[in-house]
């Protein structure tokens, strides 16, 4: 956990020709001292003293002037240089291609021997990207990072950060560049957007820090700018407020911050170019940008060259009477990298309540339905772990004993029980009336009746999160979707701070997401699909290691035997409980508990023909439910097409019963 994390971040330092550092005659002695490196190292350690040291390094291309090694090795001379007076590890540096990065040289032979052959060198040129892959390799050998080769790796790279809990998207925007003047622009392809939306997505989930690094610049600077990116549209539409939190560049060689569909973009200025090649007036520069939840300090330096050292850069700020500046902005989906503990659960006692309270009110049926106290349903179920003899009673007591014990397996994990209480999930399997969705909202109720009761962290409650898929009017298709579907769930006006406090307690790994009626999704590939997702979105939520709160999120879905889908990846990570037929004897119990739970005592007359005519109807406890309100209302025992028809078994063709829900 972290209160910030300080990037330092350079652009354009175009070893070659015309860099700008330890040009001319200089003597031996002095030449070490006149390099770019020698001059950072020193204002890095002034900055540190000034309480402000960078975290991680981030260089946004345009390293070299034509992509030469030779050029590239000054390159890496200036990175160990950085590393060492940062005291960082290689892990920490974040590299990216521009323009100036490809072998224009390289990419020309490769296009006049392609047609000497009769053949068009194929898009995206990779000759270009030769030295520059060189580089990288050497660069992070022995670490798992890759930017191409071609047929090998994709040419853009994934910067991942496990101590910091950050993750950047190095974005190529070097894609259409080749040695011919009309390809000279920034273009990122539907391809790299694509693959990067996908990965964000999962670290959005997990609450990292996510930033996007590239070279060239994301908007047209001024009318005659035709080099910027110009596939933009692509990346807005795919959704850059929930993709990246933050965005950084360079290409322009001057400094500069923008919001781009909600996303703060922040463009730094060359760090090393000469004077010619920069805009007029504008120094060389370099920025610090310190990110906290809740905004940005940019610390903002250009190169005195009368002085001959970096100095804050005043124009930053709009009276030019300081070099740092704030940049308010709330940050979201970014609990893992800045954590609030110790209690992430503060903003769902509403939710609890309002479900508690719900969950305690009697169906609107009448008279004839016992409070849910009383309305005790004895279901048998089967499991893996039960065979011989079946589970004989509430089902929800058996799913509290899984929920609380499946992290902590009996001794001997060859038992069957030990194997079964360690599933991930359970599946409720049972026909229409066998007492699933009645189950399922029991347990929904003592776990809100529990966590209200003592809704502390160190409590260990476990947040129950009740969706109804026969009132959602669209199949969850997706991880993000069901992320949604519970923010709509705990909040009837959802916000993006409701989605953050849905991420926040998922990642601490005590929501346990009760689905009801996945048999109502179509086709079976919906079902699948769903199935994979939910079960995707809470595994995407491990219990952090910041917490001492080891349960891990749990899914309790309720289906019908005819339409669990077993081929799908996730049903392996299930228990299987299904809800046997009820025995004439249990109907008949159950029916006493009913009638008694309403100050009754149950007719002669229904005993018998839940014992006889009704027997292989009221097998389950919905249509016992409707035989007792039948028997209730017309003074005699039902026969079985009226129970049938009133329980929801059997369609009517005339003036019908009430169904009944058990």
Known sequence: ???????????????????????????????????????????????????????????????????????????????????TCLELGVH??????????????????????????????AKPYWPKWKPYVAFFDRLYAGTSRTFGPEGKAEPWTLFELDDLEVVAAGLNSTIAESH????????????????????????????????????????????????????TDKLVQHELHGMFNLILHGHTHRDGSDVLDGVPVFATGSAGVV???????????????????????????????????WVGDTRVTRYGDDWRREHPHAFAFVDATFREWPNPFAGLRHYAARLSARLEAPRPAGPEVPAPDDAWIPVLAKAEAWRNPPWTGPIDE?????????DQPPEEPQNAEA????????????????????????????????????????????????????????????????????????????????????????????????????????PPAARAQALESAAALLGAFKASAHSDLVVRNALVMTCSATCWPSASRAAADFAQVELLPLTPDLSVSFARRYHRALGKRVPPRLTRA???????????????????????????????VEVRVASGLEPSNGPQAERVEP
Request: aromatic content about 6%; charged content about 30%; overall charge positive.
């Open 92 to 121: 920490r540096l974040m590299v990216v291609p521009g323009n100036h990065d490809m072998d224009r040289f390289g990419c020309q032979k490769a296009w006049r021997e392609a047609e000497q052959c009769g053949t068009a060198l």
């Open 419 to 522: 194997v079964e209480l360690t599933k991930d999930h359970v599946a409720l399997i049972g026909p229409p009336g066998a007492g699933k969705r009645t189950a399922i909202c029991r347990l929904a109720r003592q776990l809100s009746s529990r966590w209200l009761a003592d809704p502390a962290p160190e409590g260990r409650p476990l947040i129950p999160i009740l969706v109804d898929l026969e009132r959602v009017p669209r199949p969850p298709a997706g991880e993000e979707a069901w992320l949604d579907l519970l923010a709509r769930t705990l909040h009837e006006r959802p916000s993006h701070e409701d989605d953050a406090l849905v991420a926040q307690v998922l990642r601490a790994g005590r929501v346990v997401l009760l689905v009801h009626g996945l048999e109502r999704l179509a």
């Open 610 to 640: 839940l014992r006889g005519e009704l027997a292989s109807v009221c097998d389950r406890p919905g249509p016992v439910v409707a035989a007792c309100r039948l028997d209730s209302r017309m003074q005699r025992a039902p026969t079985p």
């Open 275 to 309: 004077g010619q090649e920069r805009p007029e007036g504008l120094p060389n520069q370099y920025q610090v940008l310190q990110i906290r939840r809740n905004g940005i300090t940019r610390w903002a330096r250009r190169f005195d060259w009368d002085r001959r050292g």
């Open 180 to 231: 011919l003047k009309e390809d000279h622009y920034g273009w990122l392809t539907e391809r790299q957007l694509q693959c990067f939306a996908k990965e964000m997505r999962r670290y959005r989930r997990r609450g990292w820090l996510r930033l996007g690094v590239l070279h060239h610049n994301l908007r047209p600077i001024d009318g005659c700018d035709s080099s910027h990116v110009r596939d």
């Open 1 to 83: 956990m972290m209160a910030e994390v300080t990037v330092l971040h350079l652009s354009d330092i175009q070893f070659g020709a015309h860099h700008a550092f330890g040009r001319g005659e200089l003597h031996p002695w002095d030449r070490p001292f006149e390099e770019l490196a020698a001059r950072l190292c020193d204002d890095l350690a002034y900055l540190r003293r000034a309480g402000c040291h960078p975290d991680v390094v981030v260089l946004s291309g345009d390293l070299t002037e034509t992509g030469r090694a030779s050029e590239f090795a000054a390159v890496e001379t200036l990175v160990k240089a950085l590393l």
């Open 398 to 406: 058996w799913l509290d004993h899984w929920l609380w014990y499946r």
